[in-house]
């Protein structure tokens, strides 16, 4: 149990699992997990955001735009604990949405290991699993996960079937275009088919790039001609706009929505309405007040204290990048009691 890395191995034709007994080219006639979305919707998803999407921000986003998909923060899968996840993992796994699809992702690295956290994630009340291949920010557990796991592709050929095999639910994963080679992921399309993957989510830059640059959608676009996979458009939508663009440029089956999100939440509701112009200023001075109103409400039901409330509200403010609003929310960051930063934010006007 404590091996990193299993010696049973993956091909077109061989897929052996935990236990030897059955192969993922075997399972062809296993009808997939069903997708957290219906038939027909183009699914609009707010994207796993550490130390933002938690519970809390997840039902403020549901009660008022109401996202088609949610995801938790990346949940860390211990490869030498028993218990795989931590009790608050467990519980966001579970938590309720209020009607709204909830996936669970994970980050982790070890077969065994991601295996038996899907599991205790189900059990929790996860339907939906998903795999964190993307996140730049190098290791996040005890060893290389997330986007680094494009460095070991034949590592991936274990992983990847075993997981589709122990999920009941949709399993999907989000994913770079690569480690260092934008065109890393068209060699995996067959390993993801194979393993019968639901669907993808793919962010078109590269780990190294972490956000430098411009998110490459013409990758995305190949990425869908190549595969009988949904794909879920991610990366630089900060506007209906662009959002619109990317689905008719791609032909992707949905789009995830991260900083742009974070920063306006009513992206959602401009791309559902296929509302192109831009909020005024006195339109984005009413969204943030009753934003960062939100935030600080919710926030009190699941953080201790006024310090830690106001700090991790002032997390939501580091995404609100409006040139005009800059002055007012500079100083909501440096407000001290919720009284002062209520007060402020009441104010708040275009400077």
């Given at each position: 149990v404590g091996k990193s890395w299993m010696p049973w191995k993956v091909n077109a034709s061989v897929a052996l699992t935990m236990n030897g007994t059955r192969s993922v080219t075997d399972r062809k006639d296993i009808s997939q997990g069903k997708l957290p979305w219906r038939d027909g919707e183009t699914p609009l998803m707010l994207a796993p955001m550490q130390g933002l999407t938690n519970r809390a921000l997840r039902a403020l986003f549901i009660d008022w735009v109401r996202p088609d998909v949610v995801f938790t923060e990346f949940m860390r899968v211990s490869n030498v604990s028993r218990k795989r996840l931590v009790r608050n993992d467990l519980t966001e796994a579970g938590s309720a949405t209020g009607g709204v699809p909830l996936v669970a992702q994970l980050v982790g690295n070890d077969a065994w290991a991601l295996v038996a956290a899907a599991r205790n994630a189900e059990a929790a009340g996860a339907q939906h699993i998903n795999l964190n291949m993307g996140c730049p920010y190098g290791r996040m557990t005890t060893s290389a996960t997330g986007g680094a796991m494009l460095q070991h592709p034949t590592q991936?050929?274990?992983?990847?079937?075993?997981?589709?095999?122990?999920?009941?639910?949709?399993?999907s994963i989000k994913m770079r275009a690569g480690y260092t080679d934008p065109e890393q992921v068209f060699t995996l399309i067959s390993l993801f088919e194979d393993s019968c993957v639901d669907f993808l989510v793919m962010h078109p830059r590269t780990v190294l790039q972490k956000y430098a640059g411009s998110a490459d959608h013409s990758i995305t676009a190949r990425l869908v001609k190549q595969t009988s996979i949904p794909v879920i458009a991610n990366g630089d939508i900060r506007s209906a706009q662009q959002g619109l663009q990317v689905l008719e440029t791609t032909g992707a089956a949905g789009l995830m929505f991260g900083r742009g999100a974070i920063a306006d939440p009513l992206l959602f509701e401009r791309i559902r309405n296929h509302q192109v112009s831009e909020p005024t200023p006195a339109e984005t001075a009413i969204m943030i007040r009753q934003y960062?109103?939100?935030?600080?409400?919710?926030?009190q039901e699941l953080f201790c204290g006024e310090k830690q409330v106001l700090d991790k509200a002032k997390n939501v403010l580091a995404f609100l990048d409006q040139p005009e609003f800059a002055r007012p929310i500079g100083k909501l960051k440096r407000a001290r009691t919720f009284a002062a930063f209520t007060e402020l934010l009441a104010r708040i006007e275009p400077s």
């Open positions: 991936l050929s274990a992983v990847i079937p075993a997981l589709r095999q122990a999920i009941s639910g949709s399993f960062m109103g939100g935030v600080l409400e919710c926030y």
